[in-house]
């Protein structure tokens, strides 16, 4: 299974480390102070990747086999994990069974339940010049991993969000299919026309929890430009006039049919699934999905969408999601362990040449072969943020904020009064695990 199914799997449901086990004394032991030193003789480091066994194996042997052949005497053996939540529970049991992996696969979601509890690695624990290494990377992938003013990851790959638009509507609309919205305004405008002309909704932007587009955390954060935290992270800061215009719009779209009620409910694939029937003009995901819509839709249909970079929000670029590499605290060559990883990153070329992802190394990015299509084009063509808060409640927080986003598109609350209890219920959760 590659990087676009297994999207879903990372979208699918909420974290469930839970902050007492975490905690409990002796699973996190690990080792304190300085790193262990592999001295001189043979290294041996078991690495783990999320879920990219199908379909990806004859690339990740490769660069492993690469890897050991310019390292003599360094053997790395691989493990593959179905699923980022069975990650952490087998990270757990690896951990206090005394057999930790040296290099795991994280995502921004689960890494800092691991940071708050001291169970991988800051990276200026393992190397003399961090700030050096940060420049290779994109800023808005390598600054998911930094918690606390810490970096306790390096970026593996990602995705980052992009309009994706049915063609024919916007042309039975009367809108220039060759100039979609540049920002959230024009997406509105454009949503009302689209479904005052033809009926179909204007758009889709669906809340799931962990979506690289349409949470409630982007449309915050990335559309309307607002914190979501204080500047010491202790309290939640969107409940901002800003923000409830934006969300009032939001509600106004929903009730009157311009945006997707598929919105409130729906799974991201819900989204794609709408747009592939023709039934709205516009969603916001990553460029992932047009393989998926190339495979289930006829050829006629799929000539109707088009890509763009995503509408310019207030937050000043578009939302990623990614995966980075993390070294446990009980690794035995944490030293060695970081090397591979920062190794492994810059393989991803090739993995991008299977499916669209936007690597974390900038170098890699530069390639030419990033400007080959549409597609993989948009990839590079615009910033991209983590806009999610980096707390070890971070389900927690999403699943207050979402509940209390539905029942302001509902109609069910007012979006002021929405967002004053998302931020009640933040303030309550956010004490927690720091």
């Given at each position: 299974?590659?990087?676009?199914?297994?999207?879903?799997?990372?979208t699918g449901g909420a974290l469930v480390l839970v902050t007492a086990v975490?905690?409990?004394?002796?699973?996190?032991?690990?080792?304190?102070?300085?790193?262990?030193?592999?001295?001189?003789?043979?290294?041996?480091?078991?690495?783990?990747?999320?879920?990219?066994?199908?379909?990806?194996?004859?690339?990740?042997?490769?660069?492993?086999?690469?890897?050991?052949?310019?390292?003599?005497?360094?053997?790395?053996?691989?493990?593959?994990?179905?699923?980022?939540?069975?990650?952490?529970?087998?990270?757990?049991?690896?951990?206090?069974?005394?057999?930790?992996?040296?290099?795991?696969?994280?995502?921004?979601?689960?890494?800092?339940?691991?940071?708050?509890?001291?169970?991988?690695?800051?990276?200026?624990?393992?190397?003399?010049?961090?700030?050096?290494?940060?420049?290779?990377?994109?800023?808005?992938?390598?600054?998911?991993?930094?918690?606390?003013?810490?970096?306790?990851?390096?970026?593996?790959?990602g995705s980052v969000s992009a309009l994706i638009y049915n063609a024919d509507?916007?042309?039975?609309?009367?809108?220039?299919?060759?100039?979609?919205?540049?920002?959230?305004?024009?997406?509105?405008?454009?949503?009302?026309?689209?479904?005052?002309?033809?009926g179909a909704s204007g758009f889709v932007q669906t809340l799931d929890d962990?979506?690289?587009?349409?949470?409630?955390?982007?449309?915050?954060?990335?559309?309307?430009?607002?914190?979501?935290?204080?500047?010491?992270?202790?309290?939640?800061?969107?409940?901002?006039?800003?923000?409830?215009?934006?969300?009032?719009?939001?509600?106004?779209?929903?009730?009157?049919?311009?945006?997707?009620?598929?919105?409130?409910?729906?799974?991201?694939?819900?989204?794609?699934?709408?747009?592939?029937?023709?039934?709205?003009?516009?969603?916001?995901?990553?460029?992932?999905?047009?393989?998926?819509?190339?495979?289930?839709?006829?050829?006629?249909?799929?000539?109707?969408?088009?890509?763009?970079?995503?509408?310019?929000?207030?937050?000043?670029?578009?939302?990623?999601?990614?995966?980075?590499?993390?070294?446990?605290?009980?690794?035995?060559?944490?030293?060695?362990?970081?090397?591979?990883?920062?190794?492994?990153?810059?393989?991803?070329?090739?993995?991008?040449?299977?499916?669209?992802?936007?690597?974390?190394?900038?170098?890699?990015?530069?390639?030419?072969?990033?400007?080959?299509?549409?597609?993989?084009?948009?990839?590079?063509?615009?910033?991209?943020?983590?806009?999610?808060?980096?707390?070890?409640?971070?389900?927690?927080?999403?699943?207050?904020?979402?509940?209390?986003?539905?029942?302001?598109?509902?109609?069910?609350?007012?979006?002021?009064?929405?967002?004053?209890?998302?931020?009640?219920?933040?303030?309550?959760?956010?004490?927690?695990?720091?």
């Amino acid at each position: 299974m590659g990087p676009i199914k297994r999207r879903r799997l990372l979208t699918g449901g909420a974290l469930v480390l839970v902050t007492a086990v975490v905690s409990a004394c002796g699973v996190f032991g690990g080792t304190t102070g300085e790193p262990a030193s592999s001295g001189s003789g043979p290294v041996s480091l078991e690495f783990w990747t999320i879920n990219l066994k199908e379909g990806y194996t004859p690339y990740i042997e490769g660069a492993i086999r690469r890897y050991e052949q310019e390292h003599a005497g360094t053997t790395i053996t691989w493990v593959d994990i179905p699923d980022f939540e069975q990650t952490q529970s087998k990270l757990l049991a690896a951990i206090s069974g005394g057999a930790t992996p040296d290099v795991v696969n994280m995502t921004p979601f689960i890494l800092p339940k691991f940071a708050a509890t001291g169970t991988v690695y800051s990276l200026d624990e393992l190397a003399p010049d961090v700030p050096s290494i940060a420049a290779e990377y994109a800023p808005g992938l390598w600054d998911a991993g930094v918690i606390g003013g810490k970096a306790y990851a390096i970026p593996f790959y990602g995705s980052v969000s992009a309009l994706i638009y049915n063609a024919d509507l916007f042309r039975e609309a009367g809108l220039d299919p060759d100039k979609p919205p540049a920002d959230w305004d024009e997406v509105f405008a454009a949503a009302e026309k689209i479904h005052e002309k033809t009926g179909a909704s204007g758009f889709v932007q669906t809340l799931d929890d962990f979506d690289d587009a349409g949470n409630p955390s982007d449309i915050l954060a990335g559309q309307a430009g607002v914190p979501l935290l204080s500047d010491d992270g202790k309290k939640a800061a969107f409940a901002t006039p800003d923000a409830v215009r934006h969300l009032e719009r939001y509600a106004e779209g929903v009730k009157k049919g311009w945006i997707d009620r598929t919105s409130v409910n729906g799974g991201v694939m819900d989204g794609a699934k709408v747009l592939a029937q023709g039934k709205t003009g516009m969603v916001f995901l990553g460029p992932w999905i047009l393989r998926w819509l190339q495979d289930n839709t006829d050829a006629e249909t799929f000539k109707k969408f088009k890509v763009a970079v995503h509408p310019k929000g207030a937050g000043g670029a578009a939302n990623g999601f990614l995966q980075q590499f993390a070294v446990p605290k009980a690794s035995k060559h944490p030293k060695e362990a970081l090397d591979f990883a920062r190794y492994f990153s810059s393989t991803v070329l090739e993995l991008a040449k299977q499916a669209p992802v936007l690597p974390g190394l900038a170098s890699v990015a530069d390639d030419p072969y990033f400007q080959s299509s549409p597609e993989i084009k948009v990839l590079v063509d615009q910033d991209v943020k983590f806009y999610w808060p980096k707390h070890p409640a971070v389900a927690e927080l999403f699943a207050a904020l979402r509940t209390q986003f539905q029942a302001a598109l509902l109609g069910d609350k007012t979006a002021e009064a929405a967002l004053k209890d998302a931020a009640g219920e933040w303030d309550r959760i956010l004490p927690v695990g720091q």
